[in-house]
């Protein structure tokens, strides 16, 4: 059934484990993270970014509304999240397009332009009835230094200033930068285990870890232990889907049915996300 971004984060940070949520871009991530999440009967966040509405020419509806019906005939429980929104058009969209959740990113701005702006997201968002993820990253102009991106490995989340962040700005989860970086391919991402105990121990909401694809499973396992509740996955469902899409394209080059390709694509995802899942639920590392 459609459940709640919000009581699946909640329900997972009281578990001490994670939700895993998978970033859709087609119909076929749709089908395959459900399929994944069915297949080790775990609930699963799906989440559109601001990126993935863009490639959709600006239209959100026709992609939330088959997550959201593929999510109503699922056993398991399936939360629908818009992510990285920086476009206040877009997240005033967001309730009436289904999404029970946004993240709402300004964590390229210095830290209290990035604090006004999400307070102000999370305002209008607790009134429509959404649960608000924001993120804080490393505040630029800090020592002189040019800002850095919020999600360059050398990026780090301050705890003290965490806390006051999410006081501040009443988010109900904190994106947390400690050594992930979105767009990995590789999965060789060095975590700061001790940075997230202390943002763990500050924060007080449920912290997110985003660029999950470049995490190895005893990395993934342990942030998870650390206190991360919401692990977000992009790019592993990417190249699982475009590495199947070559290889059989490469071994049938005279195909022209799309399904042919496609389907093994949506196979190759259904991996990663059982996969995944297994790993942030606290199973074996995969
Ligand atoms: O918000 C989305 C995630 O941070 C995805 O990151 O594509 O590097 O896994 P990733
Ligand atoms: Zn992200």
Do not use: C
């Not at 009281?14 to 949520?21: E, G, L």
């Not at 998870?224 to 070559?246: E, P, S």
């Not at 080059?253 to 093994?264: A, E, G, H, N, Q």
């Amino acid at each position: 059934p459609l459940a709640t971004t919000g009581a699946l984060v909640a329900e997972a940070s009281a578990a001490h484990t994670a939700v895993a949520a998978f970033n859709i871009i087609t119909l076929e991530h749709v089908e395959a993270v459900i399929a994944g999440a069915e297949a080790v009967q775990a609930p699963v966040v799906l989440q559109i970014s601001e990126n993935a509405v863009k490639f959709r020419q600006g239209q959100v509806l026709p992609l939330a509304r088959a997550a959201t019906a593929a999510a109503e005939r699922s056993p398991v429980p399936v939360a629908l999240h818009l992510d990285h929104v920086q476009s206040d058009d877009l997240l005033r969209r967001a309730p009436g397009a289904g999404f029970s959740s946004v993240m709402y990113d300004a964590a390229r701005l210095p830290y209290e332009e990035n604090l006004a702006a999400t307070r102000a997201a999370a305002d209008w968002g607790h009134a429509h009835g959404l649960w608000v993820e924001a993120e804080l990253g490393e505040v630029g102009g800090k020592d002189g230094r040019a800002p850095l991106d919020a999600h360059a490995p050398g990026a780090r989340t301050d705890p003290v200033e965490a806390r006051a962040f999410v006081a501040d700005s009443g988010v109900d989860a904190l994106a947390v930068a400690i050594g992930s970086s979105h767009a990995m391919t590789t999965r060789t991402a060095t975590l700061d285990h001790d940075l997230l105990k202390r943002l763990a121990a500050s924060a007080g909401v449920p912290l997110v870890l985003h660029g999950s694809s470049g995490v190895r499973a005893e990395e993934l396992s342990a942030a998870v232990t650390g206190g991360i509740a919401k692990v977000n996955v992009g790019t592993a469902l990417n190249l699982a889907m475009t590495t199947a899409i070559r290889e059989y394209l490469a071994a049938h080059p005279d195909v022209v049915d799309s399904r042919k390709y496609l389907s093994v694509a949506r196979e190759a995802m259904v991996g990663s996300v059982t996969q995944l899942i297994t790993v942030v639920r606290g199973g074996r590392p995969g």
